[in-house]
């Protein structure tokens, strides 16, 4: 397991493999919808434009747009909702295939970020992606290079204010919601992704606290528990640290988790 806190408001920092490379799982959609805002900033993305659902989109895993039917178009505005919200497979391609693998690994290298990379669609010919893609999966990142991503969201750095603030509200409207926004009460906005595959969960996410905003990303890695359940070894370890921090930025607070929560988790479809 691997971790980055950053409260903003204390300039509290602490990371533990900080800067060691994990698999991202679905949490590397957010770099999507950022570099996405990007595109729709300079005008050569509309946040209405339509874009056509092709076979080769089709994804199973999580989502809904695996149902819909074939050359069905959907708005840009839809995708990047359920890309975040519900974590839809098929949205990230269409996007993906729409923004370019190696135009959204740019954006984020201009953000400073050089060890987060999505590596869904490479390139055929670029075999550094293909190689990173056959260890990783979707994609790539260090926890520290996360919240930086996810920092860079939060002070309006990724795109215009006007953008970052959308994309704040998108995150904070997750279906999945039982890791890092299962450890603060409903009524604190935590804007939060999630990832999982089988051997890897992770979630990232920033907690507008009483205490102040602070910026979390957990992720795991070579599990040996692979098990699609709320107890699966790698989400417990996720949601302790993530009770851990609230508890220690909010200590008078007397608001925990009620008995029973896990029972009414959304449960994850994987990506």
Not at 6 to 20: A, K, M, Q, S, V
Not at 142 to 164: F, G, H, W
Not at 180 to 198: D, E, L, M, N
Request: glycine share 6%.
């Amino acid at each position: 397991m691997g971790y980055s806190l950053y409260h903003t408001r204390h300039n509290h920092r602490i990371d533990y493999r900080g800067d060691e490379i994990f698999p991202t799982a679905s949490t590397i959609k957010v770099a999507v919808m950022s570099k996405a805002m990007e595109e729709i900033d300079a005008g050569r993305l509309n946040y209405a434009e339509k874009l056509p659902i092709t076979p080769d989109d089709i994804r199973d895993g999580s989502g809904l747009l695996q149902f819909y039917k074939e050359n069905q178009s959907v708005e840009v505005k839809m995708l990047l909702h359920l890309m975040i919200t519900v974590s839809d497979n098929t949205a990230t391609i269409m996007l993906a295939r729409r923004l370019g693998t190696v135009e959204v690994n740019r954006h984020l290298e201009r953000l400073g970020l050089r060890n987060t990379k999505l590596l869904a669609l490479h390139p055929p010919d670029d075999a550094e992606l293909k190689a990173l893609r056959d260890r990783w999966g979707m994609g790539m990142c260090t926890p520290n290079e996360m919240v930086q991503l996810l920092d860079a969201i939060r002070t309006y750095k990724a795109a215009s204010p006007a953008a970052c603030e959308r994309m704040l509200r998108i995150m904070s409207h997750q279906y999945y919601d039982d890791l890092i926004g299962s450890s603060v009460p409903p009524w604190v906005v935590a804007c939060t992704k999630s990832g999982a595959i089988s051997r890897s969960r992770s979630d990232v996410g920033i907690v507008y606290a009483p205490s102040g905003a602070y910026i979390l990303a957990v992720y795991t890695k070579e599990a040996e528990d692979t098990r699609w359940t709320p107890d699966n070894e790698g989400e417990v370890a996720i949601r302790e640290v993530a009770q851990t921090v609230w508890r220690f930025y909010h200590p008078r607070d007397s608001w925990r988790a009620p008995k029973n929560a896990e029972k009414y988790a959304a449960g994850y479809g994987g990506g």
